[in-house]
């Protein structure tokens, strides 16, 4: 059984999978739209005892992107978890035989076309048709779009648990006959985002988590007993790991930037000037955190302290650099 669908592998693994089951409800929307209408965007800095190294996040965790678009379009999100892996197959199948594709969110370490086995519990992938071995799936255009793995590693992926798994968690997305316009809801998701990052619950998160980066990347070289595998590893995640190149604030600059052409062309009524104020720094800022993740590249592979150095003085800038922006874009209003 396979549907029809547009099987476009984009850049982020959950906008991927999004952007499958809503061209399929007939709503085609931009990558960075998506991302941004799910106030996507945040940070991270995550250690742990059972760590073998830092992480750096630049999105909200796994799934609430999912929530938060759902929400802001009025989307009907119909989840499903279960302990049982007969349950959750029925819960996959059934959906896709009635031809509607299904949300997955699983472990890409089991995948067999992911070449790059690293445990990810909070990877996300669409799913559109199945057969006696196989299931056929959309995933990034890195891990080649439209793509197939066995009915075995697929259970596998599903099943495992550790950091950011689900219970066999599969969604579907249904739109409502009244669907919002996606323009209506720009300045409620920006705004929430930037509220999000200007007021973080603790130190390592939005803005106080990158100055906390800025101070803490310095020791990473002792923090390490293989500093050639795992800063490079660090930058790599950072980079290409399905962020959209600058741990996700490409992704973000670009939905400003449609957002400010939005203005331009008079179908989104506010006052233009926070928004082209947040655009500006944050074209800045994705420039920024290239540069740091070639700087921790480096100094994985030279051992020179002093990259890291320049690495934590540029987090710093960019914690400014970012506060500044999200300062700008909350107080985005709609024109009375």
């Not at 099987?7 to 906008?15: N, S, V, W």
């Not at 302990?83 to 959750?88: E, L």
């Not at 070289?221 to 995640?237: E, F, G, H, K, S």
Request: hydrophobic fraction near 40%; glycine fraction near 10%; charge should be negative.
């Amino acid at each position: 059984m396979t549907i029809d669908i547009e099987a476009r592998g984009l850049q982020h693994c959950e906008t991927t999978a999004l952007g499958v089951l809503l061209r399929h409800q007939g709503l085609d929307l931009s990558e960075p739209m998506l991302f941004g209408l799910g106030s996507g965007l945040s940070f991270i800095y995550w250690d742990a005892k059972n760590m073998g190294f830092p992480f750096l996040g630049g999105r909200v965790k796994p799934f609430e992107l999912t929530r938060n678009l759902a929400g802001a379009l009025r989307l009907e999100l119909a989840v499903q978890e279960t302990t049982s892996p007969r349950k959750a197959w029925e819960n996959v199948a059934g959906p896709i035989d009635a031809g509607r594709p299904v949300g997955l969110q699983l472990d890409s370490y089991y995948l067999d076309y992911f070449t790059s086995k690293v445990h990810f519990g909070g990877h996300v992938v669409a799913m559109y048709g199945y057969d006696d071995h196989d299931v056929h799936l959309v995933d990034t255009g890195q891990q080649g779009g439209a793509v197939t793995t066995s009915l075995a590693s697929l259970a596998q992926a599903r099943a495992a648990r550790g950091p950011m798994t689900a219970k066999h968690r599969s969604f579907t997305l249904t739109a409502s006959k009244d669907l919002p316009s996606p323009h209506d809801q720009v300045v409620p998701a920006i705004t929430a985002c930037a509220d999000a990052f200007l007021n973080p619950p603790i130190a390592n998160l939005g803005h106080r988590g990158v100055e906390k980066a800025g101070k803490l990347v310095r020791t990473w070289l002792q923090r390490t007993d293989d500093p050639r595998r795992d800063l490079p590893q660090a930058a790599l995640l950072m980079e290409k790991a399905g962020t959209g190149g600058a741990l996700f604030r490409n992704l973000y600059r670009d939905f400003l930037a449609e957002c400010v052409q939005l203005v331009d062309s008079g179908d989104l009524p506010v006052d233009g000037s926070h928004l082209r104020t947040g655009h500006g720094l944050y074209v800045e800022a994705a420039a920024l955190w290239t540069d740091v993740a070639a700087l921790i590249t480096k100094a994985g592979e030279s051992g020179d302290a002093q990259c890291l150095e320049q690495a934590g003085t540029t987090l710093g800038d960019l914690a400014r650099i970012e506060r500044e922006a999200m300062r700008a874009l909350s107080r985005l209003a709609a024109k009375p």
